[in-house]
C-alpha cells in the first residue's frame, strides 16, 4: 500500500478517536482541535476504522448473528 492509505487510516483513525473523547462534538469542533481537513473529517466522520491497533494488537469489531447471540446468551444462562 502506499502513502495515500496509509495517511486515510491514520485520519480515519484520528477522527474516531476524536469522537470517541467528545461523543456531543461536532464535526467543526473536530476539525479545529485535530488540523484535519474539512473534508476528511466529513468523510470519515460517520465511518468508524473497521480495524485498530489497540495495545499493540491488531482487533477487529465484529457483529455476531442474532443465532450466535442467542446460543451465547443461552450458555450463559446455564452457566456454561
Do not use: F
Request: aromatic residues 8%; glycine residues 8%.
Amino acid at each position: 500500500r502506499g502513502l495515500g492509505d496509509v495517511y486515510k487510516r491514520q485520519a480515519q483513525q484520528r477522527v474516531y478517536d476524536w469522537r470517541e473523547l467528545h461523543p456531543d462534538g461536532r464535526p467543526k469542533e473536530c476539525i479545529a482541535e485535530t488540523g484535519l481537513s474539512k473534508n476528511t473529517v466529513y468523510k470519515w466522520w460517520d465511518n468508524p476504522p473497521t480495524v485498530r491497533y489497540e495495545d499493540g494488537c491488531l482487533t477487529v469489531k465484529i457483529c455476531p448473528s442474532q443465532a450466535l447471540s442467542d446460543l451465547i446468551q443461552e450458555d450463559l444462562r446455564k452457566g456454561l
